[in-house]
């Protein structure tokens, strides 16, 4: 009888064994937990604001209970402020956030009456642990390319020197508007426009407009024309200050001309008269400078 108790607690134990190394090993050695993001540990209270600093604007936001409260604050797109929306609540809650650089950040979230930190630069925390395997999101508007690359791309242009076309510009009392360089990659077109302003007075912008329309209806009002909104706009200029000069980056799928049309580049001043206009034709288009980007290397 000794030895069939034995027998029996051994087989129940065994079976323990088994099951609690077939749950360790779902757990923890699983495909998917290898693909696992390790979220970020922050408090929130419900007295204060807590305030993220991204580096890039914010595209999504998602919170993972009513417990928080979120949103972006007014004309600035990268800070997030968040706070709890109920006192003392006491399981942990989570939320997410997805920039327009394509990075994904994922934080976990308790509650305390008097968190240690209550503003957060991730700027600061990406030098420090940026890793070449950090995730991407993939925007629908880029058609699969790499949002981190596109922006590496505009900043690039927008600060580079180089002037690739000299033919395509446009000057009205003192604002000299032109298209400094018109560059191609992976079936996108960037557009570097230029604005210098001579002048003693602002240059306040109302909108720039880029459309296709009929070459003899370019100094009246078109009667066929195609209004091209841009994929990505960088560093988009709303006022160009006395005596300066500002340069901003259009990202457009790519297109082509017929023989009758040209591309319309027109800015308009805020309450004043000093609108401009460039002609892009179809021979600048298929010129358009490819750009050779390698990992770590200047464009």
Known sequence: MRIIHHIKLLIIFSFILINTVKAQSRAGDSPLHKARLNPYKMQVTYDKTTHLIFPSPIRYVDLGSDYLTAGKTEDL?????????????????NFSVVTKDGRFYSFDVVYDPYPDILSYDLSKLLMETEKESDPEVLFEELQGD?????????KTLQKSTK???????????GVYFSL????TFRGKFYFVLQIKNSRNINYDIDFIHFKI?????????????KVMC??????????????STAISVYLFDQFTLL????????IFEKNGGRHQQLKVKNRDLVRAKIIKYAPNRTI
């Not at 400094?180 to 560059?183: A, P, T």
């Not at 841009?230 to 005596?243: D, K, L």
């Open 213 to 225: 329309t009929d070459k003899k209806n370019l100094k009246r009002t078109a009667v066929q024309e």
């Open 146 to 154: 790499s949002s981190a690359l596109t922006d590496h791309i505009m």
């Open 163 to 173: 002037r690739g076309t000299r033919h395509i510009h446009a000057k009205n009392d």
């Open 230 to 243: 841009p994929v990505r706009i960088y560093s988009p200029v709303t006022n160009v200050e006395s005596h």
């Open 259 to 266: 023989k009758d049309q040209a591309l319309s580049i027109e």
């Open 180 to 183: 400094k360089s018109l560059n």
């Open 77 to 93: 797109g990268n800070i997030l402020r968040i706070k709890a929306a109920i006192k003392d609540f006491e399981t942990e809650t």
